[in-house]
T-cell receptor, first 116, second 113 residues
Framework: GAVVSQHPSRVICKSGTSVKIECRSL??????MFWYRQFPKQSLMLMATSNEGSKATYEQGVEKDKFLINHASLTLSTLTVTSAHPEDSSFYICSASKGSGNQPQHFGDGTRLSIL | GESVGLHLPTLSVQEGDNSIINCAYSNSASDYFIWYKQESGKGPQFIID?????DKRQGQRVTVLLNKTVKHLSLQIAATQPGDSAVYFC????????????FGKGITLSVRP
């Protein structure tokens, strides 16, 4: 149980394009979903936390107008990278949790975003 | 918080040996700890967790030890297999309001056949 699916797994697009990444919890209802960014050889850095039906909470330094997050249901959250540029190229990973902070987060397999 | 480096430390072990991966966490208020395994091109996979009211927890072939006095966490893998080769992250969280999971730097485990 606790499967999280992320789509697409890889995106290559031109600079200026907006890219949407989907994160779905397949076999449980996710009260909270998280979006992380990971650069090569580095750890995961939290970008934002989203709760179903409410606005996402962004970490310091993360532009909310650049990284749009929608959490419309208990099984789906989306991250849209607007007007992407090469510096936005990274590995984006979502996770979902059944409850509050004392529940483990279950991670998707990430989306490799490459902006040309 | 954790500093970020460009090179992850590597632990190389012989297949069949036991592995011990160590982690120093940063927040003395953290009360829930998780070990994740990340294979190349994939997301982190939950391995085992431990709460701060415990100092040891065992799973299948894995054991997590917690020393709150020195803020140290370790993951022991028994009879290490080639499939255990991956990057391992410890993560900590304080389960109070507005808590967030903080990941350690990560350690690469390389298993020699």
């Amino acid at each position: 149980g606790a499967v999280v699916s992320q789509h697409p797994s890889r995106v290559i697009c031109k600079s200026g394009t907006s890219v949407k990444i989907e994160c779905r919890s397949l076999d449980f209802q996710a009260t909270t979903m998280f979006w992380y960014r990971q650069f090569p050889k580095q750890s995961l850095m939290l970008m934002a936390t989203s709760n179903e039906g409410s606005k996402a909470t962004y970490e310091q330094g993360v532009e909310k107008d650049k990284f749009l997050i929608n959490h419309a249901s208990l099984t789906l959250s989306t991250l849209t990278v607007t007007s992407a540029h090469p510096e936005d190229s990274s590995f984006y990973i979502c996770s979902a949790s059944k409850g509050s902070g004392n529940q483990p987060q279950h991670f998707g397999d990430g989306t490799r975003l490459s902006i040309l | 918080g954790e500093s970020v480096g460009l090179h992850l430390p590597t632990l190389s072990v012989q297949e069949g040996d036991n592995s011990i991966i160590n982690c120093a966490y940063s927040n003395s208020a953290s009360d829930y700890f998780i070990w994740y395994k990340q294979e190349s091109g994939k997301g982190p996979q939950f391995i085992i967790d431990i709460r701060s009211n415990m100092d040891k927890r065992q799973g299948q072939r894995v054991t997590v030890l917690l020393n709150k006095t020195v803020k140290h966490l370790s993951l022991q893998i028994a009879a290490t297999q080639p499939g255990d080769s991956a990057v391992y992250f410890c993560a900590e969280i304080y389960t109070g309001a507005n808590s967030k999971l903080t990941f350690g730097k990560g350690i690469t485990l390389s298993v020699r056949p």
